[in-house]
């Protein structure tokens, strides 16, 4: 159930994912017409109220203020002239031909709101008259809207409401469409939860008989009283089903890493002791007798502090010596080291055999196994037991020859 766990939890982060992104796509999009609109849209210097406020009275008539030359003023528009109150031009600057005329109250009213002859005009109420100026034709669009107090209120007050109303229907419809993969979640872990039983089950039942043909298979090697060949097929018998427990062993963690079964009972060991405790107990087991196996930690890898599952990390060391004396025919050379590098502790395995098959390193570096793929189950179970305590395992083929595996673990 902790798979199923995670999986909701996946399905309601991609939702909040898919919220903020929607989002963030919308106040791009916004911000992108703003953007556009400001590159696009005219760039004047001055707003038309300060080129009115700052016209001066001289005896020549009005001029632009001292302040800036005409051409600085107008920069950005195109053309400007003061309107006394009987509509004459009493005033302009670059005043095309055909606006230099007599303006009625009517052409006032209409130009002052909209056009002037095609060109976008802007009307300031001056002391020296009615300033008016001109852009360019078709640069900018003039219109005009009108609404009612309470419609300009209700809009304001319902934006924060529209948004929530809408930030809702998104969240509605990413649960909509994840309740039918939910559904299919459930199933899934429901049989993967089935599985890690069953797989339990079966490994708890065979394992009273295999101990017993372990049992036996040992004594009838050890009866002096047979004959070498019988001792030889006895012994034969105890190595494989050697084999076979071990399998069975990492069939059952590796179910348990996979869907969550197994809890990790970490304590804080010294790494120094721990790594010496755990080659001597693999020195101690039969497989020892086929290698020949070296320690070598740095000081500041002896003294650091592993957060980590003694029997899991135990597990760990065992498959991958294992791995080196199964998959080699002679003694191997297999070289344990450790090294502390930041806050990382480095365990690195070695050996000078035949190293990985290109399949299985191809394999091990997958991220979904093919169907054909060679059996990885206990390098695999290193990867995951790594992973289960956040670190990682990586293989390579040792130089000049042989293998090699290093995990790297978080100190604690």
């Known amino acids: 159930m902790k798979t199923f766990g995670r999986l909701i939890r996946r399905y309601l982060l991609a939702a909040a994912g898919i919220v903020l992104l929607l989002v963030m796509l919308v106040i791009a999009f916004i911000g992108r017409l703003v953007w556009q609109e400001s590159s696009r849209g005219p760039q004047w210097e001055y707003a038309v109220g300060n080129i009115a406020e700052s016209m001066v009275q001289t005896d020549e008539g009005l001029a632009f203020g001292p302040e800036h030359a005409p051409e600085e003023w107008m920069d950005g528009y195109v053309w400007a002239m003061v309107l006394d109150d009987d509509g004459d031009v009493i005033w302009n600057y670059a005043l095309p031909q055909e606006l230099d005329h007599r303006y009625t109250a009517s052409d006032v009213a209409k130009f002052s709101r909209w056009y002037l002859d095609g060109y976008p005009v802007f009307c300031w109420a001056a002391e020296q008259g009615l300033f008016v100026v001109g852009v360019e034709k078709d ?50 872990a429901r049989r993967d939860n089935a599985r890690t039983q069953w797989i339990a089950g079966v490994s708890h039942d065979v394992r009273t008989p295999l101990a017993l043909i372990l049992g036996w298979a040992e004594q009838l090697e050890q009866d002096t009283a047979l004959p070498e060949h019988t001792r030889q097929k006895a012994g034969g018998i105890r190595t494989q089903s050697e084999k076979l427990r071990t399998l069975i062993d990492d069939l059952n963690l590796t179910s348990k890493l996979q869907y969550g079964a197994q809890p990790l009972r970490k304590e804080e060991l010294t790494a120094g002791p721990l790594m010496r405790q755990l080659v001597a107990r693999f020195c101690e087991s039969p497989l020892a007798e086929r290698c020949d196996l070296s320690l070598t930690q740095s000081l500041e890898a ?53 190293g990985y098959p290109p399949e299985v390193l191809e394999a091990l570096q997958a ?46």
């Open 139 to 188: 640069r900018i669009v003039r219109y005009n809207a009108y609404s009612s107090p309470e419609i300009v209120r209700g809009l304001v007050g319902s934006v924060v409401p529209i948004l929530l109303s809408l930030l809702g229907l998104i969240v509605l419809i990413c649960f909509l469409l994840s309740w039918q993969g939910a559904k299919e979640l459930l199933a899934l």
């Open 302 to 354: 002896e003294q650091a502090k592993l957060s980590v599952d003694r029997a899991l990390l135990e597990r760990l060391l065992e498959n991958l010596l294992g791995n080196s004396v199964r998959h080699n025919t002679l003694p191997v050379q297999i070289r344990v080291e450790t090294a502390r590098v930041g806050r990382s502790f480095i365990l690195t395995v070695t050996d000078n055999g035949r």
């Open 367 to 412: 991220a979904e196994p093919a169907e054909d793929a060679p059996h990885i189950l206990g390098l695999h179970v290193v990867e995951q037991i790594a992973a289960a305590h956040g670190g990682k395992a990586v293989f390579s083929q040792n130089t000049p020859n042989g293998a090699k595996a290093v995990v790297t673990l978080p100190l604690g």
